[in-house]
């Protein structure tokens, strides 16, 4: 079993380079099974982790931008991988 976290900045107008480029340089303790890094328009960026472990199996996780890259908090949310017969 998977855990697949979500975590979304949107950056300040005119930093999302720099919320990207600060997201690429985080790395935590344990390195994930997988881990994809988006962007789109608007400054967002976008991280995806997998890890080993049930939907509430405790994992690290990216933290907090500096402030002055963020244009709101942070979102974050895990999901659980279903393939088609669970789904």
Same mark, same amino acid.
């Given at each position: 079993?998977?855990?697949?976290?979500?975590?979304?900045?949107? #950056?300040?107008? /005119? !930093?999302?380079?720099? %919320?990207?480029? +600060?997201?690429? $340089?985080?790395?935590?303790?344990?390195?994930? &099974?997988?881990?994809?890094?988006?962007? #789109?328009?608007? /400054? !967002?960026?976008?991280? %995806?982790?997998? +890890?080993?472990? $049930?939907?509430?199996?405790?994992?690290?996780? &990216?933290?907090?931008?500096?402030?002055?890259?963020?244009?709101?908090?942070?979102?974050?949310?895990?999901?659980?991988?279903?393939?088609?017969?669970?789904?």
């Amino acid at each position: 079993m998977t855990v697949t976290l979500m975590w979304e900045a949107k #950056a300040v107008e /005119g !930093r999302g380079a720099e %919320l990207l480029a +600060w997201a690429r $340089a985080q790395r935590p303790a344990e390195e994930p &099974l997988r881990r994809e890094t988006f962007r #789109a328009p608007g /400054g !967002r960026v976008l991280v %995806l982790t997998w +890890w080993p472990g $049930a939907y509430d199996t405790p994992v690290p996780e &990216l933290p907090e931008p500096p402030d002055a890259l963020l244009a709101r908090p942070v979102h974050r949310w895990r999901f659980e991988p279903l393939d088609e017969a669970g789904a």
